[in-house]
Every structure is written in structure tokens, then in C-alpha cells.
């Protein structure tokens, strides 16, 4: 598709808007600080299109992370797409925020894709647990292989291949416990970019023609676990 893309990135304590135009990453603006989504995020948004000298009214879609993720960042970012879709009429697609990261870390000029390396992004769960995916190497580039899934630290090199590559903001708080040495662990600090939500979407639209067809649907959040993500009303309906 060769349309114009509004990514929208809230799922951790960064984030921020781009715009992905011309069949390349026009521009992202980021917030000034952790959590600042609520405040900031529709300022980067304006900022975006005016640096991409754009109107609202020339986006084509609305690409948004879905999750897993911070719990009230997904819904700050999942409102904000769903409110513009609905005002400029646009669909509104949803990222997952695995496949984001992994689009990021491969772009890095220091990875070569080349040696089919495993890949497995990490974030933190809390309750001593990790949720993660596995992507593998598939015709030139990295491809998703399995679900996400909650997994213990020192669990996860049974599923892993050899030295496969562990990454994410997941990784330092478990650090101690990713001790294989199946895995190689990669402390680097991560926060996804605005930018790599609007790549990935352009990955997913590549055989979509025209931005109309798209399906108009609600983008469902993906939370590391369902009970987190319970309002108070369904919890007190439980007991």
C-alpha cells in the first residue's frame, strides 16, 4: 500500500507518534518523558503530520500498538487510534508489539540477519515471569513462530534454539536467571519508537491495494494476562 500510515506507540513509558509516507519513515516525534502519553501524545501527533507537511484529512491508515504492554498506555493508545478513525473516518489497524520490536532490533546495523539467528523478544510480566514470542529466520528475514507466551526466565532456553538471541526491556530484570548457555542475552537497554509500529504496519498492508478495503474493526489489546486487565465491576463479579 502506498498510502499514508499514522502509528501510534504507548505500550511502555516512551512512545509517541510517526508517519510513514512515500514507502518510508517520514518523521516520529517522541514524548518528553516516561508516562507522558496522556498529556502529550495527540502534540506528537500534530507534530508528526506538520513535519510531514500533512492534514489529518491525507492519512490513509491508523497503526497502533496492541500489546502486550503497559495496561493503561495500550489503552491510552487504543482510545487515541479509535478516536481519530472514527473522526477522520479511517480504519484502524493494530501492531503487535512483538513483531515491532523485532523489525527494530534486526534494523540495527550491527545484526546480521543472515546467520538465522533465533530471536526472542522479552518483556517483563511481573510475578517472576517474562512474555515473550519466537520468531525464526524465513525467506530473507525474521518471521513470527509461535504465540506470545508467559514464560519463566530460566525456562526459556527449553524452547529455544542454540544461541538464540534474548532482548527487550524484559531482559534486566531476569538477567540473573537467563544463565543458559543456550541463550545469548542481549542487555542492550530497548523501548520501541514510534517509527517501528508505522514500519510494521507497512509490512502488513504490503499486498493491500487500496486503504478502503481494509476491514473496519475494533483493535483488541493484548495484555501479559487477562485478570490484569479486569475493571473492578468484573473482578467484584467473580467473587
Request: one cysteine or more; charged letters at 30%.
Amino acid at each position: 500500500m502506498n498510502g499514508i500510515i499514522l502509528a501510534i506507540e504507548t505500550s511502555g513509558d516512551g512512545g509517541g507518534a510517526a508517519v510513514f509516507l512515500n514507502g518510508e519513515l517520514d518523521n516520529q516525534a517522541e514524548v518528553s518523558g516516561p508516562r507522558r502519553h496522556g498529556a502529550e501524545l495527540m502534540k506528537c501527533v500534530d507534530k508528526t503530520c506538520i513535519d510531514a507537511a500533512i492534514s489529518r484529512d491525507q492519512i490513509d491508515v491508523i497503526a497502533v500498538n496492541c500489546g502486550p504492554g503497559s495496561y493503561t498506555g495500550l489503552r491510552i493508545g487504543l482510545a487515541t487510534a479509535a478516536a481519530l478513525g472514527f473522526a477522520l473516518d479511517r480504519p484502524v489497524i493494530g501492531v503487535p508489539a512483538f513483531d515491532a520490536m523485532v523489525m527494530q532490533y534486526v534494523s540495527r546495523e550491527d545484526f546480521d540477519v543472515s546467520l538465522r539467528r533465533e530471536l526472542w523478544p522479552c518483556l517483563d510480566a511481573r510475578r517472576d515471569e517474562v512474555m515473550t514470542a519466537r520468531f525464526v529466520y524465513a525467506d530473507g528475514r525474521m518471521v513470527r513462530a509461535s504465540d506470545d507466551m508467559l514464560v519463566a526466565p530460566e525456562k526459556l532456553h527449553e524452547q529455544a534454539a542454540h544461541q538464540a538471541i534474548i532482548f527487550g526491556s524484559g531482559v534486566k530484570p531476569y538477567e540473573d536467571r537467563f544463565t543458559h548457555e543456550n541463550l545469548f542475552v542481549d542487555k542492550v537497554e530497548f523501548e520501541i519508537k514510534p517509527g517501528s509500529i508505522a514500519m510494521h504496519a507497512w509490512r502488513q498492508l504490503a499486498e493491500i491495494e487500496d486503504a478502503k478495503t481494509i476491514e473496519r474493526k475494533p483493535v483488541e489489546p493484548r495484555y501479559f494476562r487477562r485478570v490484569l486487565a479486569k475493571t473492578i465491576a468484573e473482578r467484584a463479579s467473580e467473587v
